[in-house]
Nanobody, 128 residues
Protein backbone atom coordinates (compact mmCIF):
# COMPACT_ATOMS: atom_id res chain seq x y z
CA UNK A 1 0.00 0.00 0.00
CA UNK A 2 1.15 3.56 -0.71
CA UNK A 3 2.18 5.58 2.32
CA UNK A 4 3.89 8.85 3.13
CA UNK A 5 5.24 9.19 6.65
CA UNK A 6 6.59 12.40 8.16
CA UNK A 7 9.05 12.55 11.01
CA UNK A 8 11.32 15.02 12.74
CA UNK A 9 8.84 17.36 14.34
CA UNK A 10 9.11 18.62 17.86
CA UNK A 11 9.40 21.68 20.03
CA UNK A 12 12.21 24.15 19.52
CA UNK A 13 12.98 27.62 20.81
CA UNK A 14 12.79 30.57 18.44
CA UNK A 15 15.91 30.72 16.34
CA UNK A 16 16.41 26.98 16.46
CA UNK A 17 16.29 24.40 13.70
CA UNK A 18 14.39 21.26 12.80
CA UNK A 19 14.79 18.73 10.02
CA UNK A 20 11.65 17.05 8.76
CA UNK A 21 11.62 13.91 6.66
CA UNK A 22 8.99 12.59 4.28
CA UNK A 23 9.51 8.90 3.63
CA UNK A 24 7.63 6.99 0.95
CA UNK A 25 6.70 3.34 0.87
CA UNK A 26 4.99 1.51 -1.96
CA UNK A 27 6.23 3.91 -4.62
CA UNK A 28 9.33 5.81 -5.66
CA UNK A 29 9.33 9.51 -4.82
CA UNK A 30 11.73 10.60 -7.54
CA UNK A 31 8.90 10.54 -10.09
CA UNK A 32 6.73 12.77 -7.91
CA UNK A 33 6.57 16.43 -7.12
CA UNK A 34 6.59 16.72 -3.34
CA UNK A 35 5.32 19.60 -1.24
CA UNK A 36 5.23 20.48 2.44
CA UNK A 37 2.12 22.13 3.85
CA UNK A 38 1.59 23.74 7.22
CA UNK A 39 -1.77 23.69 8.97
CA UNK A 40 -2.14 25.88 12.03
CA UNK A 41 -5.27 26.52 14.10
CA UNK A 42 -7.15 29.54 12.85
CA UNK A 43 -5.04 29.82 9.73
CA UNK A 44 -5.43 28.59 6.18
CA UNK A 45 -3.38 25.68 4.96
CA UNK A 46 -0.22 26.99 3.37
CA UNK A 47 2.38 25.46 1.12
CA UNK A 48 5.73 26.17 2.70
CA UNK A 49 7.90 24.41 0.13
CA UNK A 50 7.86 22.18 -2.92
CA UNK A 51 10.37 20.28 -5.00
CA UNK A 52 9.57 19.18 -8.54
CA UNK A 53 10.32 15.74 -9.92
CA UNK A 54 12.80 15.51 -12.82
CA UNK A 55 13.45 19.24 -13.25
CA UNK A 56 14.65 19.61 -9.67
CA UNK A 57 13.19 23.07 -9.23
CA UNK A 58 12.25 24.28 -5.77
CA UNK A 59 10.02 26.92 -4.32
CA UNK A 60 9.40 28.37 -0.87
CA UNK A 61 6.82 30.50 0.80
CA UNK A 62 7.78 34.12 1.19
CA UNK A 63 8.31 33.69 4.92
CA UNK A 64 10.46 30.61 4.36
CA UNK A 65 12.85 32.06 1.81
CA UNK A 66 16.34 32.24 3.22
CA UNK A 67 15.44 29.98 6.15
CA UNK A 68 14.16 26.73 4.67
CA UNK A 69 15.70 24.16 2.34
CA UNK A 70 14.08 21.20 0.61
CA UNK A 71 15.98 18.33 -0.98
CA UNK A 72 15.71 14.73 -2.11
CA UNK A 73 17.57 11.64 -1.01
CA UNK A 74 16.64 9.09 -3.62
CA UNK A 75 18.71 6.36 -1.99
CA UNK A 76 16.45 6.64 1.05
CA UNK A 77 13.32 7.41 -0.98
CA UNK A 78 12.76 10.51 1.13
CA UNK A 79 12.37 14.25 0.86
CA UNK A 80 14.07 16.31 3.55
CA UNK A 81 12.93 19.71 4.71
CA UNK A 82 15.37 21.71 6.84
CA UNK A 83 14.05 24.71 8.74
CA UNK A 84 16.40 27.23 10.31
CA UNK A 85 15.75 30.31 12.42
CA UNK A 86 12.34 29.04 13.43
CA UNK A 87 9.74 31.53 14.56
CA UNK A 88 6.49 31.16 16.50
CA UNK A 89 4.51 31.67 13.31
CA UNK A 90 6.09 28.48 11.94
CA UNK A 91 4.12 26.45 14.48
CA UNK A 92 1.70 23.93 13.03
CA UNK A 93 1.20 20.45 11.69
CA UNK A 94 3.46 19.80 8.71
CA UNK A 95 2.29 17.36 6.09
CA UNK A 96 4.06 16.20 2.98
CA UNK A 97 2.14 15.53 -0.19
CA UNK A 98 3.07 13.99 -3.52
CA UNK A 99 1.75 13.92 -7.07
CA UNK A 100 3.17 11.86 -9.92
CA UNK A 101 4.57 13.76 -12.87
CA UNK A 102 5.39 12.86 -16.45
CA UNK A 103 8.92 13.14 -17.79
CA UNK A 104 7.98 16.30 -19.69
CA UNK A 105 6.08 17.93 -16.83
CA UNK A 106 7.68 17.96 -13.40
CA UNK A 107 6.16 21.11 -11.89
CA UNK A 108 5.02 21.51 -8.34
CA UNK A 109 1.26 21.58 -7.93
CA UNK A 110 -0.66 24.76 -8.55
CA UNK A 111 -2.68 24.01 -5.42
CA UNK A 112 -3.07 21.40 -2.72
CA UNK A 113 -5.88 19.84 -4.74
CA UNK A 114 -3.37 18.44 -7.20
CA UNK A 115 -1.66 16.21 -4.66
CA UNK A 116 -2.87 12.63 -4.48
CA UNK A 117 -0.87 11.26 -1.56
CA UNK A 118 -0.62 12.78 1.88
CA UNK A 119 1.16 11.97 5.08
CA UNK A 120 -0.50 12.17 8.47
CA UNK A 121 1.61 15.07 9.65
CA UNK A 122 4.22 15.92 12.23
CA UNK A 123 3.84 18.65 14.82
CA UNK A 124 6.23 21.59 14.92
CA UNK A 125 5.98 23.85 17.94
CA UNK A 126 7.91 27.08 18.32
CA UNK A 127 6.79 28.75 21.54
CA UNK A 128 6.57 32.48 21.92
Amino acid sequence: QVHLVESGGGSVQPGGSLTLSCAASGFTLDAYAVAWFRQAPGKAREEVSCISSSSGTKRYSESGKGRFAISRDNAKNTVTFVMHDLKPEDTGVYRCAAVKRALYYSDCGASALEYNYWGQGTQVNVPT
